[in-house]
């Protein structure tokens, strides 16, 4: 009987099922910390950078100190000589601590503007009713204290004496000729509140040209009634005093 060759037998291999379609689930919102979080994660670099400047902020924040109040002054806007007729141009406003203002400082252009320096000022300093010729010229003197103008028979004299310095006012009535008389004294160690010769112009009280030998002293009320109107008994001089002795120095 001829052998017979052994096939193994084939299956058939089961049929592949289509996969089943599932409807994919609503994707989730993501909340806003959720973005956030996934955003410093892939810049950290960047988020580090963030962090440090918002810290810095801070403490600068912290170690600075407040503004401090300030209030509006007057400065002379340049080197002012005594006796100049005050314009807008020669004045600015300047923002000062409240500490700074002292009694007398003026804060309206429109108080100063057309008055006259009675003492120089430099650039930047304030200005007070104290500096203007007028009663600001007698603040701090005793009461009853006049300001006396004085016209000096030698005009130039007045470039050796300057606003503050103390005087003897002179009364001499010998003319160096026939008439001889004793010099008298009439006041003694009275402040210089203004000079014609520094600067000084024509004031709001004065016609022009009659500056010339001028000067402002401050007087109290026997030494004002001696010194009014003694230019037309003879001739007026000065001399410088010391501010202590009361003696003469020039």
């Known amino acids: 009987m001829p ?3 052994f096939r193994p037998s084939r299956r058939k291999a089961p ?3 289509a996969p089943r379609r599932t409807l994919a689930a609503p994707a989730m919102k993501r909340r806003p910390g959720h973005r956030m979080t996934l955003w410093l994660s892939r810049n950290r670099r960047l988020s580090v950078a963030l962090l440090l400047c918002i810290a810095a902020s801070i403490t600068v924040h912290q170690l600075t100190p407040p503004p401090a109040d300030t209030v509006t002054a007057l400065a002379a806007a340049r080197d002012l000589p005594a006796g100049a007729a005050m314009v807008v141009s020669d004045l600015e406003e ?4 409240p500490g700074m203002m002292t009694s007398g400082s003026l804060q309206k252009s429109s108080d100063v503007t057309g008055k006259q320096l009675a003492a120089p ?3 930047g300093q304030l200005v007070t009713d104290a500096q203007l010729l007028g009663p600001g010229l007698l603040a701090g003197t005793p009461p009853g ?3 006396v103008p004085l016209r000096m028979a030698d005009p130039s004299s007045i470039q050796l004496v300057s606003p503050g310095q103390l005087v003897n006012v002179v009364l001499t009535r010998a003319n160096g000729y026939d008439q001889q008389a004793p010099s008298e004294v009439l006041a003694s160690a009275v402040p210089v509140l ?3 010769g520094q600067g000084g112009k024509t004031g709001q009280w004065l016609g022009t040209g009659e500056t010339d030998g001028l ?3 401050a007087a109290d009320p026997e030494q004002a009634a001696r010194l009014a109107g003694a230019s037309t008994q003879g001739k007026l001089f000065f001399v410088l005093v010391g501010p202590q002795s009361g003696q003469a120095v020039g």
């Open 121 to 123: 000022l430099r650039k």
């Open 3 to 5: 052998a017979t060759l």
């Open 215 to 217: 000067i402002v002293v």
């Open 94 to 97: 300047v923002q000062i601590p």
């Open 194 to 196: 203004w000079t014609s």
């Open 145 to 147: 204290s006049a300001a």
């Open 15 to 17: 049929p592949r099922r």
